[in-house]
């Protein structure tokens, strides 16, 4: 069955650090990928998206992802964090079931210090 | 614009009591979606809705029913509450037909 795995639950760091969150997932063929956010006390959000192209998408606020379809993976980057940079983050991949399914990691709650 | 609302925000319910999760979307979509989410796993597709009048199954629809009347409103109905459908239930819409890109706040339900 196809999977998504984000390889840390909870992640600390401080301001100006730089962030990469991992996202792995498991089917071999075409895959539409996605992060989406959210912050405290917010909605849920798309991030950014990856459909073709350009392996290397960028998001609002700064955010990146590169797809490398070697590794299975999507991972969400971010050269500086702020601490308004505090929320939940997921990963999914929809990857042939439908055009509107999608598997979801769990989540990764991304703590900022300031 | 409101964007995506639910209500009510929390329930608990007794098991076997039913109840209907109400999601209405101001931005004239016509995909919505309802899915679950539980502790340290992702979020899972109850129902889809591609437009008025049209509904899928999702990955877990058993327990639940759906209805969309119209292009604005998403209905989840649970007919017989079990503890297992304990959960925060997001509903979602897009303009586009493809994943989900606006998601309501939430309903937090507990069933005793």
Redo the contacts between chains.
């Keep these: 069955a196809q999977s998504?795995s984000q390889h840390n639950?909870h992640v600390i760091l401080s301001e100006a650090a730089s962030l990469e969150l991992g996202c792995n997932y498991s089917y071999g063929g075409t895959v539409?990928l996605?992060w989406y956010v959210q912050y405290p006390g917010q909605?849920?959000?798309?991030l950014l998206?990856y459909f073709s192209g350009d392996p290397l998408v960028k998001g609002i606020k700064g955010f990146e992802a590169e797809f490398i379809k070697s590794k299975f993976s999507f991972n969400l980057r971010k050269p500086s964090v702020q601490w308004s940079d505090t929320a939940e983050y997921?990963c999914?991949v929809?990857a042939g079931i439908?055009?509107?399914?999608?598997?979801?990691?769990?989540?990764t709650k991304l703590i900022i210090k300031p | 614009n409101a964007g995506v609302t639910q209500t009510p925000k929390f329930q608990v319910l007794k098991t076997g009591q039913s109840m209907t999760l109400q999601c209405a979307q101001d931005m004239n979509h016509n995909s919505m979606y309802w899915y679950r989410q539980d502790p340290g796993m992702g979020l899972r597709l109850i129902y889809y809705s591609a437009s008025e009048g049209t509904t899928d199954k999702g990955e877990v629809p058993n327990g639940y029913n759906v209805s969309r009347l119209n292009k604005r409103e998403f209905s989840l109905r649970l007919e017989s509450a079990a503890p297992s459908q304990t959960s925060v239930y997001f509903c979602a819409s897009t303009g586009l037909a493809g994943p989900p890109q606006y998601f309501g706040p939430g309903t937090r339900l507990l069933v005793l």
Excluded: R, T
């Design positions: 998504v639950h539409n996605f909605h849920l959000q798309l998206k997921f999914a929809n439908s055009n509107y399914q999608l598997i979801w990691g769990a989540g």
